[in-house]
């Protein structure tokens, strides 16, 4: 997969959100200072340029810039800089630069960057970046960097990079790289490479490359995982680093390593650890059987170099005269070629048991059985093969330590494709 088309879905929310942010701070820096209503008290130095207010108190405060502490009812809105304690029952409003600490009842608004303490009840917005410690009902979103903690009740939007820790109930998204720690309720989206964590409980994605470790209920995707990713469903177009999950999707893996039930590759060098694993060279054959144990089956054998993995099914485990049963089962087991046709395998095998109608016959509900087997092979043609096994099983139920049965077993049948 391509990187602009990785980076483009999960980077559009973003932009949606952010866009305004850079445009909020080029118009709040060229234009000239309004004057507007001032209900507060204020202690201010006209002689610097532009005038210094030192403190101010009052309901709604309009001016150029604050060195130390402004509390208001309502809004307090500074033209150029905010240096110290600024308090708004509504709004905090900035024009260039903020430092120190805003606290307002819904909104902070910077129009460059801001470093400090930022809490709000819903929203903290800045053109630049925001340095510190954020804290908001809803979001954060900054038109460029975020290194902190910044913690949102819903998403926290980086135009830029971010870095340090970002936590939010629904997603955190950053532009470019992302440097520190990201949690969120849902969804984790870097537009370029992850180095630290992310945590989730639905999807993390990564533009570029995954460094650090990506963790997630449901999924991990990047282009290029140095790292570690760890999900139900993993994907990488390059892996070199270690997939675990119950399937990871890797395009080229030689150099990365694949542990799952269902590990995928397109690369036929890659290193997979599970039930099944599927890279090019894995030839996908039918198998169809009768034998002692199951009287019939139907079985799916993933055949790799010298080694392979069968799923199945089967019916009437028990014998003939008495009710149908079913049965699942897994083997894993090595080959080997004896000639050019004919090649000798051994295997291991686990049987999970339904007895159906045969629980009120005085067997257990559900049982397990255990199976090694050795069997021979031979190829009639490219697609078309003869095997017979024989074996030993044990049957013992689930809820009790004694052995239902054991027993020789024997199967034969033939080999689709």
């Given at each position: 997969m391509k990187l602009k088309t990785l980076r483009s879905g999960f980077i559009l929310s973003a932009l949606l959100f952010a866009i305004s942010l850079p445009a909020y701070s080029q118009s709040a820096q060229h234009k000239k200072l309004k004057k507007r209503a001032n209900l507060a008290l204020n202690i201010t130095n006209k002689k610097e340029q532009p005038p210094r207010t030192y403190f101010n108190i009052g309901f709604a405060s309009n001016y150029p810039s604050l060195s130390g502490m402004g509390i208001n009812v309502i809004s307090s809105t500074t033209h150029y800089h905010s240096k110290?304690?600024?308090?708004?029952?509504?709004v905090n409003i900035t024009g260039i630069h903020a430092g120190g600490v805003q606290l307002s009842g819904i909104a902070n608004v910077t129009g460059r960057n801001s470093n400090g303490v930022v809490l709000s009840g819903l929203?903290?917005?800045?053109g630049g970046s925001l340095n510190g410690i954020a804290l908001s009902g809803i979001g954060n979103m900054t038109g460029k960097n975020t290194h902190g903690l910044?913690?949102?009740g819903l998403i926290n939007i980086a135009n830029g990079q971010s870095g340090g820790m970002l936590l939010s109930g629904i997603a955190n998204v950053s532009k470019q790289a992302q440097n520190g720690v990201m949690i969120s309720g849902l969804m984790n989206a870097s537009g370029d490479t992850v180095r630290g964590l992310q945590l989730t409980s639905l999807l993390n994605a990564a533009?570029?490359?995954?460094n650090g470790v990506q963790l997630a209920a449901l999924g991990n995707i990047n282009t290029l995982n140095r790292g570690l990713q760890l999900g139900i469903c993993n994907f990488s177009a390059k892996n070199k680093g270690a997939q675990i999950g119950i399937t990871n999707l890797s395009g080229e893996g030689k150099k990365g390593l694949q542990f799952g039930f269902v590990n995928l590759s397109a690369d036929s060098l890659a290193r997979q650890i599970g039930c099944i694993n599927i890279t090019p060279r894995t030839q996908i054959q039918l198998?169809?059987?009768?034998g002692n144990l199951n009287k019939a089956n139907l079985a799916v054998r993933f055949k790799n170099r010298y080694t392979y993995t069968e799923l199945g099914g089967g019916a009437y485990y028990f014998d003939l005269d008495h009710d149908v049963s079913a049965s699942a089962f897994y083997r894993a087991g090595i080959y080997y070629p004896l000639l050019s046709r004919l090649e000798i395998s051994a295997d291991a095998g686990f049987y999970h048991i339904e007895t159906l109608d045969n629980k009120h016959k005085?067997?257990?509900a559900r049982a397990y059985a255990l199976q090694p087997r050795l069997n021979l092979e031979f190829r009639i043609t490219k697609r078309l093969g003869i095997f017979a096994s024989g074996g030993y099983a044990w049957t013992r139920p689930y809820s009790k330590g004694h052995?239902?049965?054991h027993k020789g077993t024997f199967e034969a049948g033939i080999v689709l494709f």
């Open positions: 110290g304690f600024q308090l708004a029952g509504f929203m903290n917005v800045n910044i913690i949102g533009g570029e490359a995954n198998l169809i059987s009768s005085g067997y257990p052995t239902l049965d």
